[in-house]
């Protein structure tokens, strides 16, 4: 079994920055693929970020230049590092593992940006 525990959410005014932490426990040999997804109220949950084993990344469009995502395999833990945060990035942030064949989620974590 395979647990994912976030940490990180806050309240944060726009143009403020947030870093956001998933760490993996559990039985694990090697985590291919980590991502953080967000869902907003009344919208569907949506890809933000991933990463690789090989350390190729993806963004959302509306995240480039803001966001970064890293990871630290061996501490089986994936970041977010969020900058230039704006009132639309306000939503319950997930992060995502793929351990073996099985997909993973961890409990969500909510970003307010604010003023």
């Known amino acids: 079994q395979v647990q994912l525990v976030e940490s990180g959410g806050g309240l944060v005014q726009p143009g403020g920055s947030l870093r956001l932490s998933c760490a993996a426990s559990?039985?694990?040999?090697?985590?291919?693929?980590m991502a953080w997804y967000r869902q907003a109220p009344g919208k569907q949950r949506e890809l933000v970020a991933s990463?690789?084993?090989?350390?190729?990344?993806d963004y959302a469009d509306s995240v480039k230049a803001r966001f970064t995502i890293s990871r630290l395999n061996a501490k089986n833990t994936v970041y977010l590092q969020m900058n230039s945060l704006k009132p639309e990035d306000t939503a319950v942030y997930y992060c995502?593992?793929?351990?073996?064949?099985?997909?993973?989620w961890g409990q969500g974590t909510q970003v307010t940006v604010s003023s």
């Open positions: 995502n593992m793929e351990v073996g064949s099985r997909a993973y």
């Open positions: 990463i690789t084993t090989g350390r190729s990344t």
């Open positions: 559990g039985t694990i040999f090697s985590i291919y693929r």
